[in-house]
């Protein structure tokens, strides 16, 4: 229930209710000392409705909740506390005893001396008549009836002592005590059979001591031992030595179990989990059973649950997990580490929450085996990488054995995939990495594991740029800190990358990171599920928004080295230059219009991504779109930006004349109508276009000469950039083509006309 939406009819229990109160103000009203919940529900039930009962209700409800969180995070955040005080409370208990039995002997002693001394001043002759008085008496006198008893007593618990018949003797025991305390006997007699009481009490308890620390001591006859030293008063020292016995009978199982180095130990793992935590939980039912859930007792056996937890987790983390961690086997380690958290959690149902102990152990093992494992998967897909053939392929079978259904699973998914070999084992480490760290949802260690997933493809995609033939410079150079990388020379090899990075980033890896928080539970309820993910959203969101920057890098560098290859010649020429257009004026005949060479194999190369694209990217067409996009923005930003272009042909000794700029026409009206059709022209794109045409014709006016006058109408570019495009694909087959190209030279073009294509 949310703050402030309780309304009552009494307005001062609205405002109590509706007030923006800390949980200890609220909860002052239950803590005074005069409390009476009877009127408290009359006074602020009187006057509800049903449905203000029922929200005075839910918000109870609430409060109960939060003071059970609240008293849970006290008790543990002043645990130590409490158990040390708990122990010195049962240590003064224990010297209180033994105050009280030492006062009750000496009260004993005194009493005895008193009666001595009445007796004595009772006697009124010599001393010579007094010693023969009492030699006589002593001689002549006989045991009494009490004198008798104390002797078959004694004989009875001392044969009952030898023969170890304890419920006898606690029997025989009783009923001393009985006798004694029917003050029917002297205070001579009393304490003599106090004493014999004591006397055979102790050594019963150390005989029963002497029990419960034998090998050979079943459980059963463990509990009734500590049961009679309890009866006996003996409570403490009952407790102690029953844990002590599980102790000893659990180290003395472990012995007989020993680490396999076969499997890193997970059999030895499972085995001395469940013998450390099957002991704790037998300890627990004994001490539950037999002492109920005295503070004293409960402490002390918390206590020394936590040490034999501890001391098993030191034991597992030598003969187990540090190896595997230091080495990378996260699949080993998280696999010790569940068996364990599943034994201990058992446990809680028992009130012993022992699962913090264990995290705060292994924990930082964990966390090195997961960097440790990042560190493998690079290094891994590195190896991979250096003799790559960047050829897609379907996912090899699985090397790790995951059942029938897993493997179901994994044949639906091989059919859709289609990656080069070092991205699939990328892949598949990676789907490792994740349902090992995604089983240890407690330890919360998905972010940690998400931020590695996302370093390591990082780390790939590194790789992949360094596999286009331009940054073969700069690769493999000794000292550089790059990984060698097989080159993919042909276009096929370098779009296999691009696929590669695409369906990892679109699909395999976010499908990875979701194991991270779901833990492949079964026992979670559908809405607990959908709640998840709709948890999870805009977690997803922003992991695939990281994943596609990386993506956009790689596609970036393959634009970048295409549009090198087609700007620069091999010997470092330009062959994009002003030169081009400058010299279509300087006397020559007008020329048989067509695209520029360099922007004819623009479309030549664009059609083939395309068409290797669409072979590729099958279901994934937008994608190739977007590339087929970014690599014509490229080209064309780049003589847009090109300074040295534009000094030349507006501020430079020749001129930009009407044939030049009718040619440069020509080609962006090219480029414009290639783009179109093939579905990649952007308006970004189409603006700088626009914006590059009117810059070119404004060098022309510039130079005193009227561009609309010597331009053709819109229709003549169209054609022939269409013709253009048919003869380059190998579609065009008719005969005028030349007097197509060249008849409309002599129209003129209106001013308005030139000026729709030439400005934005």
């Known amino acids: 229930m949310e703050k402030g939406s309780f309304s009552s009819s009494k307005g001062s229990d609205s405002a109590d209710f509706e007030a923006e109160l800390t949980l200890s103000d609220k909860l002052k009203v239950f803590k005074t000392s005069n409390f009476d919940p009877q009127n408290y529900v009359t006074n602020h039930c009187g006057a509800m409705s049903e449905k203000e009962i029922r929200h005075l ?17 006290s008790v543990y955040a002043n645990y130590a506390s409490f158990i040390r005080t708990s122990k010195e409370i049962s240590d003064l208990e224990g010297e209180l005893v033994s105050l009280k039995n030492l006062l009750s002997s000496r009260a004993n002693i005194i009493h005895d001396i008193a009666d001595g001394v009445q007796v004595e001043s009772l006697h009124d002759g010599t001393d010579q008549s007094r010693d023969d008085s009492s030699t006589v008496d002593f001689e002549d006198r006989e045991p009494t009836n009490f004198d008798q008893w104390l002797s078959k007593f004694t004989e009875n618990l001392e044969v009952l002592l030898a023969e170890r018949r304890v419920e006898e003797a606690l029997s025989a025991l009783d009923e001393a005590e009985n006798v004694a305390a029917q003050d029917q006997l002297t205070p001579t007699a009393l304490l003599s059979l106090q004493n014999s ?43 102690t030595l029953l844990l002590k016995s599980h102790q000893q009978k659990l180290q003395r199982n472990a012995q007989s179990i020993y680490p396999s180095s076969a499997a890193y130990g997970t059999a030895y793992t499972t085995a001395l989990s469940h013998l450390v935590f099957s002991t704790i939980a037998q300890a627990a039912n004994d001490s539950l059973s037999i002492f109920d859930d005295e503070p004293a007792f409960t402490s002390e056996l918390v206590t020394w ?69 990042l560190k493998r998967i690079d290094l891994s897909t590195a190896a991979i990488a250096a003799s790559d053939d960047w050829s897609l392929s379907y996912p090899p079978v699985a090397g790790r054995g995951w059942g029938a259904a897993a493997a179901s699973v994994t044949s639906v998914v091989a059919s859709q995939q289609k990656l080069s070999s070092s991205a699939h084992r990328f892949n598949t480490m990676i789907q490792e990495l994740c349902e090992d760290i995604g089983s240890l949802e407690i330890l919360q260690l998905s972010e940690q594991a998400l931020e590695g997933v996302l370093q390591s493809f990082n780390s790939y995609v590194n790789m992949m740029i360094n596999a286009f033939p331009g940054s073969v410079e700069t690769e493999n150079l000794e000292g550089s800190g790059r990984r060698i990388v097989k080159m993919a020379e042909s276009e096929t090899q370098q779009i296999a990358l691009l696929a590669n990075a695409l ?50 890098q790689l ?75 970014r690599f ?29 700029l009718q040619q440069f026409y020509l080609d962006m009206e090219f480029v414009i109508l290639f783009a179109s059709q093939g579905r990649y022209l952007s308006r970004n794109l189409h603006q700088v276009m626009k914006n590059i045409i009117a810059r070119a014709i ?20 169209a054609d022939v950039a269409q013709i253009a495009i048919k003869m380059l694909t190998g579609e065009a087959s008719f005969e005028h ?19 729709s294509h030439g400005s934005g």
């Open 503 to 552: 369906l990892l980033a679109d699909e395999l890896l976010p499908r990875a990171t979701m194991k991270l928080s779901s833990g492949n539970r079964s026992d979670v309820d559908q809405s607990r599920r959908g709640s998840d993910r709709q948890s999870r959203m805009p977690e997803q969101r922003e992991l695939k928004r990281r994943l596609q920057r990386l993506v956009d």
């Open 197 to 239: 009481i004591m006397e055979n009490r102790q050594k019963l308890a150390d005989q029963l001591a002497e029990a419960t620390c034998q090998p050979s001591t079943n459980g059963f006859e463990l509990r009734s031992s500590v049961q009679a030293m309890k009866q006996l008063g003996d409570g403490p020292r009952a407790h």
């Open 632 to 660: 014509t923005e490229t080209v064309i930003l780049w003589f847009s930006d090109d300074q040295n272009f534009w000094e030349e042909i507006e501020a430079g000794e020749r001129a930009l004349g009407p044939l030049g």
């Open 305 to 373: 649950a936590v040490n034999q937890t501890q001391a098993f987790a030191q034991l597992l983390k030598k003969n187990v997990v540090a190896a595997p961690a230091a080495s990378g086997c996260l699949r080993i380690v998280t696999e010790c580490v569940h068996v364990c958290l599943g034994h201990c959690l058992l446990l809680e149902d028992r009130g012993l929450a022992l699962c913090p102990t264990l995290l705060r152990i292994f924990r930082p093992f964990l966390e090195q085996a997961l960097n440790a494992n």
């Open 57 to 73: 209700c839910i918000y109870l409800v609430g409060l109960k909740k939060a003071s059970a969180e609240e008293m849970r995070k």
């Open 698 to 717: 404004e060098a022309v006016q510039a130079n005193n000469i009227d561009p609309y006058s010597v331009l053709p109408e819109d229709e003549w570019f």
């Open 737 to 755: 083509a030349e007097r197509d190209m060249n008849s409309p030279t002599a129209s003129a073009r209106s001013p308005s006309s030139a000026h």
């Open 555 to 629: 596609r970036d560098s393959f634009c970048r080295q295409h549009a090198l290859e087609l700007i620069f010649t091999e010997d470092g020429g330009v062959r994009l230059s002003a030169d081009m257009y400058l010299s279509m004026d300087e006397g020559r005949e007008e020329p048989e219009w067509f695209p520029s060479p360099i922007y004819q194999e623009l479309f030549v190369k664009l059609t083939s991504i395309a068409s290797t694209a669409s072979d590729i990217f099958v279901g994934r067409e937008r994608f190739a779109t977007i590339l087929l996009m």
